[in-house]
């Protein structure tokens, strides 16, 4: 008998079916990032170089690609090998810009392009996302003379406040610490965050400037903003010598508001021989009024600074039952520091009524 033509039909589906699915299976899921650079030997002379930077090649992949003449788009796209690659965009004339984008959900694309495009892009975009990467690449720009000036008018016109953010930033890295640069970023700390925040970040690069000095002492003396506070210090501390950040620090540690503040004070002794002049304070931090952060951040100077055996043996009375388990933690990972009769009472104290698995298993001699 001779096949249907249904039962053809049916014979090449279930044949092909298989082939199919394995393709399917074959297809990469992850993201792919590729770097494309744009370079620009001569006018009107485009080339990109592909390099991957993360994720599953693709071979060939086509990524769309717009120019910019005069005002007007010209979509360009271009296939590329995913690999790596390197190769010449058709374009005629003097090109304003070059935007190269990825593909939603399968390709991302980190642009690397000549100054004066991302310039062009700021200045005309109104894509936000567009502008915002442009107002960071130009923090790293090199090739154009008075780029900080550039971005300082850029700063005070700018509306959109992740643009103002990022070129308050790129306008610090151009600037580089040097004399007569830093009004413009003192000034911003006058703007709501996050660019006061980063406006005090990147005072870290005026070491020695007294108009910066004075204005970080300010922030740190007067205002209420806790975030804005925990970055002076920070801040403080790199443009001030070392004796003078320490002074100021030891003191904010001893008032009794200072609790917002503590872990960045400590932080900044944490691992040095200065840490020894706080052990009176220290135990005040550990408390357990205190957030578990600067708790841990106390207790890692106390361990590393305090030997003494009849000292931790008070410690483990207080804190071995400590509401926290993460703090019971801390303790037992401390017990080495008790003497051996003392660890031993406390072990056997303390495993008949210790209830959570994960603090058991730190108690020396037990497992998980």
């Known amino acids: 008998m001779m096949p249907t033509p249904t039962s053809w039909i049916l014979f090449l589906l279930l044949a092909f079916i298989p082939a199919i699915h394995a393709n399917a299976t074959d297809e990469p899921t992850d993201t792919l990032r590729l770097q ?5 030997p001569s006018e009107g002379e485009i080339w990109l170089t592909i390099r991957p930077l993360s994720g599953t090649a693709r071979g060939s992949v086509t990524l769309p690609v717009v120019q910019f003449r005069g005002g007007t788009e010209f979509p360009t796209p271009v296939t590329v090998a995913s690999a790596g690659d390197h190769v010449r965009l058709s374009s005629v004339g003097r090109i304003d810009n070059v935007i190269v984008r990825g593909v939603p959900g399968s ?5 690397s392009k000549p100054d004066r495009f991302w310039l062009y892009q700021i200045r005309t975009s109104t894509d936000s996302d567009l502008r915002l990467q442009a107002a960071t690449a130009l923090g790293d720009a090199t090739e154009l003379p008075d780029m900080a000036l550039a971005l300082s008018e850029l700063f005070r016109g700018e509306r959109q406040a992740d643009v103002r953010n990022a070129l308050l930033s790129s306008y610090a890295r151009q600037s580089r610490g040097r004399t007569g640069s830093h009004p413009l970023i003192v000034n911003a700390l006058k703007e709501p965050s996050p660019i006061r925040i980063t406006a005090m970040r990147e005072l870290a690069r005026y070491e020695g400037v007294t108009p910066v ?22 801040t403080y501390r790199a443009i001030v010598p070392t004796t003078e950040s320490d002074d100021l620090m030891r003191r904010l540690l001893n008032e009794d508001d200072a609790a917002e503040f503590a872990a960045t004070i400590l932080a900044a002794f944490q ?11 220290l135990p005040y931090y550990i408390d357990a009024k205190h957030a578990f952060d600067l708790r841990k951040t106390a207790f890692g100077i106390l361990t590393a600074i305090e030997k003494e055996p009849s000292y931790w043996r008070d410690v483990f009375e207080t804190y071995v039952s400590d509401a926290d388990p993460q703090f019971r933690m801390l303790i037992w990972d ?35």
């Open 36 to 40: 494309v650079a744009l370079a620009m």
């Open 107 to 111: 390709i991302e694309v980190v642009e």
């Open 213 to 234: 000095r004075n204005a970080v002492l300010d922030v740190i003396r007067n205002s209420s903003d806790v975030d804005l506070v925990n970055q002076a210090l920070r």
């Open 271 to 281: 691992g040095r021989e200065e840490a020894r002049r706080l052990r009176n304070r």
């Open 334 to 368: 401390a017990a080495g520091l008790l003497a051996p009769g003392d660890l031993e009472v406390f072990v056997t104290s303390r495993l008949d009524v210790e209830s959570d698995p994960a603090v058991r298993a730190r108690i020396p001699g037990q497992n998980p």
